[in-house]
């Protein structure tokens, strides 16, 4: 017998739990595209999304997911033939600085690992020695949500500017954008993508690529960019067709507009805020059940760690064992490790994930962590115990406390 019935969760760093109602504002009729209606949806979306971004720059909207946004980030800025340096953190740096290559770009990787996050005094420093000035722009990834590293996009963009050199600073937000803190004018990122499928709460399907001015200088100079990905026709157009590049992703813009209200209802500081809280559960609940037991974090600093994700470390095949026991016992789907297959285990059978992005309140991550201990438990992996309560004694704490009414009558 298992325990799974109920309704389902999925823990898995995107795509993200959608709310009811994101998913009631798109099952409607198609709407009729050339409607004026249409075009003031999708009007409206702009400044709520450049509040989640916070930026005065421009954003364009793509049909597409987190891997089209890095396309049309570098199709915009970097013609084949020119540079970039790509610090990697993981998985997904390391895919942003192939995609570049196989684009013709020149790609320098200044990696480091997948355990630590960027040191900005390197970045400077091989900037330093770009004397001819060939770097045209730093590709960093603000959380790799292979490793769970969160790397410090002011302070690099404060290297850059040390550095006196004058290269973009372009920033995968992809797992951050509407969880982790992140201010693009503040921190002086140059250009931000992210995807629908994550802090945005949306299915997977529009990408979001914002810039500033001088990024749109920068593709001004451009002698050719592919129409498709070409950002100067899709912001401040006067037709709704050139926003996209031919049809709108109607139902999208419906689901993102639900979504855009609700993050803006409860505000991008109490996101943050909520996200950090919901993080420092999850790692109080691993850092307990890790001092009895082989379970440990991947990323050893908290400041270090992603308030998006998490990923953890239970030597193989104990961590696949246990994410299969989740699933089949207790309706949570947990993430695969990815990108952190080492020697002594070629499928990342020692990884497994939490994601705890976008949608996702006190119960779901109780939920997940309460079933991740089942699975400790009914495995027999050695674990510290209490992982749950911890989370939960963390909660509790960082909760503000509501005054208690009495209302049993005869007490007054
Ligand atoms: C999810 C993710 C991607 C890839 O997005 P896709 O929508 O799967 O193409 C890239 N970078 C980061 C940091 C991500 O979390």
């Known amino acids: 017998m298992t325990h799974s019935g109920g309704r389902a969760y999925c823990a898995i760093p995107g795509p993200t739990v959608v709310p009811d109602e994101v998913l009631q504002a798109m099952h409607r009729a198609a709407p009729n595209i050339y409607s004026d209606e249409v075009l003031a949806l999708t009007e409206g979306l702009i400044p709520d999304l450049k509040r989640v971004a916070c930026t005065d720059g421009d954003v364009a909207i793509y049909i597409c997911n987190g891997h089209g946004t890095w396309e049309a980030a570098l199709a915009n800025l970097v013609a084949p033939g020119e540079r970039v340096l790509v610090p990697a953190t993981g998985l997904f740096g390391h895919g942003w600085g192939r995609m570049a290559e196989a684009m013709g770009i020149e790609v320098d990787v200044l990696d480091f690992g997948l355990e630590t996050p960027m040191d900005p005094g390197r970045i400077e420093a091989v900037l330093k020695s770009d ?21 410090d996009v002011k302070a690099i963009s404060d290297a850059i500017r040390a550095a006196g050199h004058p290269a973009l600073l372009l920033v995968d937000c992809i797992a951050s954008l509407g969880c982790d803190r ?114 440990s974090l991947n990323v050893a600093h908290r400041d270090h760690r992603s308030r998006a994700v998490t990923t ?78 911890a989370a939960a004694q963390h909660l509790a704490q960082a909760s503000p406390s509501h005054p208690v009414q009495n209302v049993i009558s005869g007490a007054a």
Do not use: C
């Open 131 to 151: 004397t001819d000035r060939k770097i045209k722009a730093v590709l960093v990834t603000h959380v790799d949500t292979s490793t769970s590293l969160r790397n």
């Open 182 to 295: 992140f201010e693009m004018d503040a921190w002086g990122a140059d250009v931000v993508v992210t995807g629908s499928q994550k802090g945005l709460m949306t299915p997977p399907g529009a990408g979001f690529v914002f810039f500033n001015e001088k990024a749109a200088q920068t593709r001004a100079a451009m002698t050719r960019v592919s129409p498709y990905w070409d950002w100067a026709p899709r912001v401040h157009p006067e037709e709704l067709y050139l926003y996209f590049a031919g049809t709108a992703p109607t139902h999208h813009l419906y689901g993102l507009r639900t979504a855009l209200d609700m993050i803006h209802a409860e505000g991008m500081e109490n996101i943050w805020a909520r996200h950090d809280r919901l993080a420092r559960a999850v790692w109080a609940a691993s850092e307990t059940w890790g001092q009895g037991g082989p379970l």
């Open 312 to 389: 953890l470390r239970l030597p193989a095949p104990d961590a696949a064992r246990l994410r299969a026991w989740v699933e089949d016992n207790t309706g949570v789907t947990l993430g695969l490790g990815i990108g952190m297959q080492r020697d002594g285990d070629p499928d990342g059978a020692g990884v497994f994930r939490i994601g705890h992005m976008g949608h996702v309140n006190a119960h779901m991550v109780l939920g997940a962590l309460g079933a991740i201990e089942a699975g400790l438990v009914a495995l027999n992996i050695a674990h510290g115990a209490g992982g749950a309560s």
